[in-house]
């Protein structure tokens, strides 16, 4: 079973609006991480918003945010405001803590174009 | 610099060539990891170095050897390639400081790699 999962292949989205970009994840580790990255087209992947396992509070960084729902078991990246610049690829990524592993295991990625 | 470097950004080489990628992180971090992107594939992790010492082989084939002299610098030493090899190749680095899951990856631009 796949460990991450991003069921958008793409988005379109309007300029200035919000979107949502989901993930859902599979692991039986009570301590996880659970990251954002976006990837240009340029190739480099950039480190958006974190939110650990235990965070009681949904995790917000700028126009970044995420909906954690631990029960359901996703984080649901929300980007307020889009703009031209945020068309890229982006990955949802997981650490699980307890395994000891230091790898991060990513989903196959949502490609959003922001429309002007 | 700041952040994490790779040299080249792109490399063409033949099968029977021997190439070297090059990163190195100005972050101070303890770890260093090497990941594989290919085309319609999830990013895969490769080799990771904790304090210069080799932590994790996920079964990556012997014609990629990796090095580590100190925290800093981490190689790719490449000979023999496949055209299957060919791909986005990114570095990243982390400061492992509880071994948890919250220790977040930084990733370098990635060398675009083609095996002729």
């Known amino acids: 079973a796949q460990k991450i999962t991003q069921t958008q292949p793409g988005m379109f989205v309007q300029e200035k609006e919000a979107v949502t970009l989901d993930c859902t994840y599979d692991?039986?580790?009570?301590?996880?991480?659970l990251f954002w990255y976006k990837q240009p087209s340029s190739g480099e992947m950039i480190f958006l918003i974190y939110q650990g396992s235990y965070d009681e509070q949904n995790a917000t960084e700028g126009r970044y945010s995420l909906n954690f729902q631990k029960a359901r078991k996703s984080t649901n990246l929300v980007i307020s405001a889009s703009q031209l610049g945020d068309s890229a690829m982006y990955f949802c990524?997981?650490?699980?803590?307890?395994?000891?592993?230091?790898?991060?295991?990513f989903g196959s990625g949502t490609r959003l174009q922001v429309q002007p | 610099e700041t952040g994490v470097t790779q040299t080249p950004r792109h490399l063409v080489m033949g099968m029977t060539n021997k190439k070297s990628l090059k990163c190195e992180q100005h972050?101070?971090?303890?770890?260093m990891y090497w990941y594989k992107q290919s085309a319609k594939k999830p990013l895969e992790l490769m080799f990771v170095y904790n304090f210069k010492e080799q932590t994790e082989n996920n079964s990556v084939p012997s014609r990629f050897s990796p090095e580590c002299p100190n925290s800093s610098h981490l190689f790719l030493h490449l000979h023999t390639l496949q055209p299957e090899d060919s791909a986005l190749y990114l570095c990243?680095?982390?400061?492992?400081?509880?071994?948890?899951?919250?220790?977040?990856?930084?990733f370098g631009p990635g060398t675009r790699l083609t095996v002729l």
């Open positions: 990524a997981m650490r699980e803590g307890t395994t000891g592993r230091r790898a991060l295991t």
């Open positions: 990243a680095s982390s400061q492992e400081a509880s071994g948890g899951s919250t220790d977040t990856q930084y």
């Open positions: 692991t039986s580790d009570q301590s996880y991480g």
């Open positions: 972050l101070g971090h303890n770890a």
